[in-house]
């Protein structure tokens, strides 16, 4: 257990001193995010979140107990550099789609991380006839991961603070379930909150005047990273143990996943492209109803950590199937709940 601590505070520590030796190289190449009428902030801020922490689980995987990290960091280091592009001269979104779905299926092909295992019709869908599908879900997985941690970064520390609560999370099932979690998930797991760490100390400002920012790099890799975790948790691809439950994973992640899924659900109903930005968040409908974006932050944690537990609850009573079931009927009912919500407070703000 202190070898783990050592572990998360020397990425912590390593983060603190990439991130000052690199925002001037940032302002300098002039990847920093600029206000505009979407973006309500204070100076230019350096967009170095993403390779920060992406550099973090490359040097994390120079000590790794067994290769399978490095490979992830090579594969990963494409999406962040997708990411620094897009932050410094925003893409196509199709095109990044498009270059998402190839990194995630260079990634899952190499490191055979096929979604064999969805948590139901074990007999029916776990065969070797539908390795394909296992594949095409694996790939589906990791962009729907990728976009949705892109998608709910919206305030700081928000999309990070996510990251952190699902490998929190990942970590706390294998307890709750009375698994033993094998050593290689639980190196990446530390490693990976040690960095998301770094990052926040910066981003949420305890060192005054030296904010920094995600960007799209670094929203992506952390979507990237956690999918990662997940799968390799819920797939026994490298685990020398029994897997966490996979209805267990899509409440690590609700938050980010829920709220993607019925904004975009939202826009298409309404005619609009999914990929076009707007400001129906749920994190931006708080702030329209009047709390700062610290209350904001704090009533999207409080939120995250409940919805883990009422999916573990629904699990650990009525079993997996009730868990996966009762994940669709929380969608159901926070799309309709965020949608009666924006309108009482659209009305009461005319």
Known sequence: ?????????????????????MRPLA????????????????GNIPLIGGPVIWLIVAIGSIFSPANFLWQFALVGLALVILGAIDDRRPLSPWFRLL?????????????????????????????????????????????????????????DGLSASMGLLAITHMNLAYN????????????????????????????????????????????????MAIAFALLNSSQTNYQDTKAVPAALCLWMIALPLTDMTTIIIRRLLNGRSPMAPDRTHLHHILMHAGFSPRRTLLMMILSAMGAF??????????????????????????????????????????
């Open 27 to 42: 302002v300098k190449l002039g990847l920093v995010d600029k206000p505009n009428d979407r973006k309500h902030h204070d």
């Open 309 to 350: 537990w009422l999916g573990f609850a629904i699990y650990d009573i009525l079993g997996e199937a009730a868990s996966i079931f009762s994940f669709f009927a929380f969608m159901f009912i926070y799309y309709f709940s965020v949608l009666r919500a924006k309108r009482l407070i659209d009305f009461f703000h005319d």
């Open 176 to 223: 709750l379930i009375g698994l033993e979690q094998g050593p290689l998930v639980l190196f990446y797991s530390v490693l990976l909150i040690g960095a998301l760490s770094g990052f926040l100390l910066f981003n949420l400002q305890v060192f005054n005047g030296r904010k920094i920012f995600l960007g799209d790099s670094g929203a992506m890799f952390i979507g």
């Open 99 to 155: 270059c998402q779905s190839a990194i995630a299926a260079i990634l899952v092909i190499s490191q055979q991380l096929a979604l064999h295992d969805i948590g139901l019709f074990h007999d029916i869908y776990n065969t070797q006839t539908l390795n394909l599908l296992h594949i095409a879900l694996g790939i589906f997985a990791f962009v729907v991961a990728v976009n949705a941690f892109n998608f709910i970064d919206g305030i």
């Open 1 to 21: 257990m202190l070898a783990l601590i050592y572990i998360s505070l020397a990425a912590t520590l390593i983060a603190i001193v990439c991130i000052f030796a």
